[in-house]
Nanobody
Framework: QLTLVESGGGSVRAGGSLRLSCLSSERAFSTYGVGWFREVPGQERNFVAA????????YYSDSVKGRFTISRDNTENTVYLQMDSLKPEDTAMYYC?????????????????WGQGTQVTVSS
């Protein structure tokens, strides 16, 4: 059972930056495709970014492209989401997810493992 732990959330002003981390204690994590999703209460969970096990392939939603960067350090079993130029509409609970296949996916139902989430709040 793969366990994922997110960290790095917090409250920032619009235009600020945060870096989220997704850590797993399992070595196999380095072979998994990983995605970040976000959810606002009362709304569906939306895709943000995803990365392949090798880091060669990355995907971004149109709403974050050019502002967010996903990366991973397989020696540290960690995937990062660098979030710059934050906007109030980025406010959400952010979740890290992993799938056994090393290729990433934009679809939440393709991921079998999820973290507990970390809250990001952006004020205007």
């Amino acid at each position: 059972q793969l366990t994922l732990v997110e960290s790095g959330g917090g409250s920032v002003r619009a235009g600020g930056s945060l870096r989220l981390s997704c850590l797993s204690s399992e070595r196999a994590f380095s072979t998994y495709g990983v995605g970040w999703f976000r959810e606002v209460p009362g709304q569906e969970r939306n895709f943000v970014a995803a990365i392949s096990s090798s880091s060669r392939t990355t995907y971004y939603s149109d709403s974050v492209k050019g502002r967010f960067t996903i990366s991973r350090d397989n020696t540290e079993n960690t995937v990062y989401l660098q979030m710059d130029s934050l906007k109030p509409e980025d406010t959400a609970m952010y979740y890290c997810a992993a799938r056994v296949e090393g290729v990433p996916s934009k679809h939440s139902d393709q991921y079998g493992y999820w973290g507990q989430g970390t809250q990001v709040t952006v004020s205007s």
